[in-house]
């Protein structure tokens, strides 16, 4: 409550919203946490996590943590705001991205957070970015692409698939 405090006028319009998103031939069911009106009647979308969060989680051409991303998808033009609201203990904050700073933690200067990670200058040009990303993503899984490509070398110590997988064979192949 404290950090909601620090934020200008709002609106909570939505909780829990259940929204269907058409991605190219894939059919998204995702349930937004919370929508809230901002003074200037643009949406800021808010998702709730316990663990930390980063937006550079949503740079790039595969987005770590794309919810967000689909969550505004769904809301085409509506939203000034993405924002994981995070809570945990002495350490809640909104993390997010926008065109205006709807609460302390959202950044407002895209072109120098998205640099080089990203073809975006403002914050439409960074929404177009991500549509597309998601698009091809979502073409590509619908296509059965499966290729052996963790974002992270970390995401094999918590993988539950180590006898299914493929990187050490990936590494191993001669060039």
């Known amino acids: 409550l404290a950090v909601e405090k620090l934020r200008a006028d709002f609106v909570v319009s939505q909780r829990e919203l259940d929204v269907s998103l058409p991605l190219g031939q894939l059919q998204l069911r995702l349930r937004v946490d919370r929508i809230d009106k901002l003074a200037d009647g643009s949406l800021m979308i808010i998702d709730y996590k316990s663990g930390r969060s980063k937006v550079q989680d949503w740079l790039g051409e595969r987005p770590a943590k794309p919810q967000l991303l689909l969550y505004g998808i769904a809301a085409p033009g509506a939203a000034s705001v993405l924002a994981f609201a995070q809570l945990r203990p002495r350490d809640s904050k909104f993390v997010g991205l926008g065109s205006v700073a709807a609460a302390p933690g959202i950044g407002t200067d895209i072109a120098r957070l998205a640099q080089e990670r990203m073809q975006a200058t403002d914050w439409e040009s960074l929404n177009q970015c991500w549509q597309a990303n ?3 993503l979502a073409a590509e899984f619908v296509a059965g692409a499966a290729r052996v490509d963790p974002l992270a070398t970390s995401s ?5 698939l180590q006898p299914l997988c493929r990187v050490g064979a990936i590494e191993e192949e001669p060039e």
């Open 156 to 160: 094999c110590s918590w993988c539950g």
């Open 134 to 136: 998601l698009e091809r």
